[in-house]
C-alpha cells in the first residue's frame, strides 16, 4: 500500500487567489496523477506524470498548472482560483514496476471557492 | 472508447444482509485491469482489488467477493453480511494504456448506506 499525502486537506478561499495543493508520495512511485472529483461523484483524470520533468494534461481540461521536480512531489497550482474550481481533487501514484496499473491515492483535498 | 457503467446510483440495506454492486465496463482491448475502490466519508479511495482480464477465477476476501465474466462483461462486487462500516461509495475502474501512462476510467459510484 503507498502512502500518499495530501495538504491542506480542506481549503476556502476568496476569488482570484493564488493556491497550491500539495502531493508527496513515500513510495518511490514513478507515476503520478491528479484527478477531479465533482460533487456529483464523478472522477476525472487532469494531469499526470511519469517521472522527474515530464508532465501531461488529462482528459479533462483544467485551468491548473502541475510540476514535478522531485520524485516524491507532484504540486498542483491555480494561479487564480475561481468558484467553478470547487471541488475535491485527489493524488494518486503508481510504481513502475508491474503491475503498473494500481493507483494508489492520497486523502484528497476539498476546495471551496468563494 | 472505454466506459465503465454503474447503474445503481444508490443501494440502501439493513446491516447483516448481502448486497451486490454491478460493474458492466466497454473495451475493444485484449488485455485490460478492472479494479474496485472504496470512498468512505473521509474522502479518500482505497484500493480494494484489481482483476487482469486473462483471469476469470472469482475471488473472495473475507466478507468480500468479485465475480468477474468476461461473456457479459461484467465485474461485480458483493458484500456478505454487510456491516455500517461498509456505508461508502464504491467505485468500479477499467484501466486504459494512454500514452505512457496508464488512465483509470471510473464509472459513477454507487453509494451504499448500510443502516443498524
Known amino acids: 500500500e503507498a502512502d500518499i499525502y495530501q495538504t491542506p486537506r480542506y481549503l476556502v478561499i476568496g476569488t482570484g487567489k493564488k493556491i497550491t495543493l500539495e502531493c508527496s508520495q513515500t513510495m518511490g512511485h514513478d507515476k503520478m496523477y491528479w484527478y477531479q472529483q465533482d460533487p456529483g461523484m464523478e472522477l476525472h483524470l487532469i494531469h499526470y506524470s511519469y517521472g522527474v520533468n515530464s508532465t501531461e494534461k488529462g482528459d479533462l481540461s483544467s485551468e491548473s498548472t502541475v510540476s514535478r521536480i522531485r520524485t516524491e512531489h507532484f504540486p498542483l497550482t491555480l494561479e487564480s482560483a475561481r468558484p467553478s474550481h470547487t471541488s475535491q481533487y485527489l493524488c494518486a501514484s503508481s510504481p513502475r514496476q508491474k503491475p503498473t496499473d494500481t493507483q494508489y491515492f492520497g486523502p484528497g483535498t476539498r476546495l471551496t471557492v468563494l | 472508447a472505454q466506459k465503465v457503467t454503474q447503474a445503481q446510483t444508490e443501494i440502501s440495506v439493513v446491516e447483516k444482509e448481502d448486497v451486490t454492486l454491478d460493474c458492466v465496463y466497454e473495451?475493444?482491448?485484449?488485455?485490460?485491469?478492472l479494479f474496485w475502490y472504496k470512498q468512505p466519508p473521509s474522502g479518500e479511495l482505497v484500493f480494494l482489488i484489481r482483476r487482469n482480464s486473462f483471469d476469470e477465477q472469482n475471488e473472495i476476501s473475507g466478507r468480500y467477493s468479485w465475480n468477474f465474466q468476461k461473456s457479459t462483461s461484467s465485474f461485480n462486487f458483493t458484500i456478505t453480511a454487510s456491516q455500517v462500516v461498509d456505508s461508502a461509495v464504491y467505485f468500479c475502474a477499467l484501466s486504459e494504456a494512454w500514452g505512457g501512462a496508464q488512465k483509470l476510467v471510473f464509472g459513477q459510484g454507487t453509494r451504499l448506506t448500510i443502516n443498524p
Open positions: 473495451t475493444r482491448d485484449t488485455t485490460y485491469y
